[in-house]
């Protein structure tokens, strides 16, 4: 496995944020349309069995990581009391969500100078109409104007991807993310919303020799027992999916919710292998009441932390 950076432009607004579980699933519509559904299927052989052909992040603002979820003990320095932080300074250090992606190999403790406030996206409200299929134009009633949100990213994105490259190649995944650049990503994409060019792709590395924890970079299902809970921090995430493409068209579009640890979890694994896995997870089926195929991504790409907790 490899771990890949793809650099993406919006060119327009969004109307469902990218992360990397939605991701996936608009990546598996487009390999079926692109290579068919038996190469696909293919693909997805092995996936509940810690076997994905990919693992996808959420986007990221271009050069920046999430702030890990951890306790605040784990980003004071040595000897600092609780005492030299007031109200305000709490408020500022809640606003800094992003870290700089040059600074992740920073021990915990000495991260909290560099996270920053970054324009990541910019919610508007935007008046949309239900059209009436028989006269073809909005005729009151449910087919009156409506209020709905929409957002812009304010900058070029980053999105990570561990790839099996014996089972699918870097320039397919590109190509891959082309395409759904093209057609568009999630709610509306068919009136426009979504879309988005690539500007670049690159391998790269987050290799961290003194890790002690690691950095969830997309919604995850952890596995039963792997990693050390008196040690592990998280957010709750669920995910009340639904299928996409033409199965959305479908007698009930909508999948099982999912209960998930959010982006930017800390994980501590029982057992430290020498070096950081590139992904963590499982492969979730049995999300779908109308396809047996359906596979949830709860596998996400992580990064090695040095957490360090300062003592009380």
């Not at 009633?141 to 990213?153: C, E, M, R």
């Amino acid at each position: 496995m490899e771990l890949y950076q793809l650099d993406i432009a919006p060119t327009g607004g969004f109307y469902t944020p990218i992360k990397g579980d939605t991701l996936f699933g608009m990546f598996c519509w487009a390999a079926a349309e692109k290579f068919g559904e038996n190469r696909l299927t293919k693909l997805l052989d092995g996936y509940a069995d810690n076997r994905p052909y990919i693992v996808l992040s959420d986007a990221f603002p271009k050069g920046h990581l999430p702030k890990p979820v951890l306790p605040f003990p784990y980003y004071k320095k040595e000897g600092q009391k609780d005492d030299d932080f007031n109200a305000k300074d709490r408020k500022k250090f809640k606003r800094r969500e992003w870290l700089p992606a040059d600074k992740v190999f920073l021990p915990t403790n000495q991260m909290a100078a560099s996270f920053a406030e970054v324009s990541f996206m910019k919610k508007t409200l935007k008046t949309a109409n239900s059209v009436n299929p028989e006269t073809n134009h909005a005729s009151g009633g449910k087919y009156s104007a409506y209020l709905t949100d929409q957002f812009y990213y304010q900058s070029v994105l980053t999105v990570y991807a561990v790839i099996d490259e014996p089972r699918i190649s870097a320039d397919e995944v590109k190509s891959l993310f082309e395409q759904i650049g093209l057609t568009g990503y999630g709610k509306k994409a068919s009136s426009g919303g979504g879309k988005f060019s690539v500007r670049e792709m690159k391998r790269v590395s987050f290799d961290n020799p003194d890790y002690t924890a690691l950095m969830t970079l997309a919604p995850c299902v952890p596995a039963i027992g792997e990693f050390d809970a008196d040690k592990s921090f998280y957010k709750v995430f669920i995910r009340f999916g639904r299928h996409g493409n033409t199965a959305a068209l479908s007698g009930n579009p909508f999948k099982l919710p999912v209960l998930t640890m959010d982006t930017g979890a800390v994980l501590t694994p029982n057992t430290m292998p020498a070096k950081a896995p590139l992904f963590v997870g499982t492969g979730v089926k049995g999300v779908s009441l109308t396809d047996d195929r359906t596979v949830f991504q709860g596998y996400a790409p992580v990064i090695g932390l040095t957490a360090k907790e300062s003592a009380l």
